[in-house]
């Protein structure tokens, strides 16, 4: 039995405009305040290279050093009733933004790319998949049943899809916002305090749960002898979920790793080994070879039964 494990580069191979530097573009055109916001609150160099991890690190004192001229002093002339909220007003504004405005321009992107109809790799229609895709491809172009794919972070299937979307920096109880107030803390600051508490916590991809919400499909990994990782970069934030499947399969299952180039074949190679998988088990390959690693008669069989 065959694993295979979808990421975005697969997406990429068969010509879907799905990089993150599409969904700048796709952002920059649709909702220029989005854009200026994600442009201010995140270091630009690795926000649209590495866009899900980046959310972890937020510029958290900017927000604060915006908000801050709203905290008027009750003794001011300035003082107004809504002062009572208008710094707290100011930066959950600013992580609504950032939060549910990107994740709602996030799945209507998503819903608009292009999925063009062709074949590009060897695939088994039978095998079992775990995508971390949110588009159709292995149902659009390969017909895959839907009943042998599991979406890990879910499919766009319409506006209201919720998608997965977030970082693998675990919220610390020693760097919340909110760890030194107490009864003498103003209201204001300590409400706060607690809007930015609640973005790490909810931009924080936890992965143990989505392994527990899905753990029959990896309870029936113990039968694969064959895995094939397609345009996945094993990336921090998904890396829990290699280290579950690694744990469920034999010590003689083979991996197949596809690479984008020579600077990322090594780094990915020493991912897999850090992951337990004996070097002799690992073969490396790019996408438009991948039917070089199924022998001749196999590939044929997969390739030409669509």
Known sequence: MKLYIIGNGFDIHHGIKSKYSDFKDYVEKNDKVLFDSLEKYFNQDELWSDFEET???????????????????????EWRESANH??????????????????????????????PNSKKVALNRKSKYLTFNYTKTLEQIYTIDSKNILYIHNKAIDSNSLLILGHSRKPKQEESFSRNDDEDTDFRVAEGNAILDKYFNDTYKNTETIIQENIGFFTQLKTINDVYVLGHSISPCDIRYFEEIKQRL?????????????????????????????ENKIEMIRLDEIHKCIPKRIFYKFYFSF
């Open 250 to 278: 034999s010590n003689d299952a083979k991996w197949t790793v596809s690479y984008r180039d020579k600077d990322n074949k090594k780094a990915l190679r020493d991912k897999v080994i850090n992951l337990g998988v004996s």
């Open 86 to 115: 208008d710094y707290q007003y100011e930066i959950d504004n600013a992580i609504e933004i950032v939060t549910v405005r990107l994740k709602n321009h996030f799945t209507n992107w998503i819903l608009q790319l292009q999925i």
């Open 55 to 77: 959310l972890a690190y937020i510029d958290t004192d900017t927000i604060l050093d915006d908000a801050s001229m709203f905290l008027v002093s009750p003794a001011s002339d």
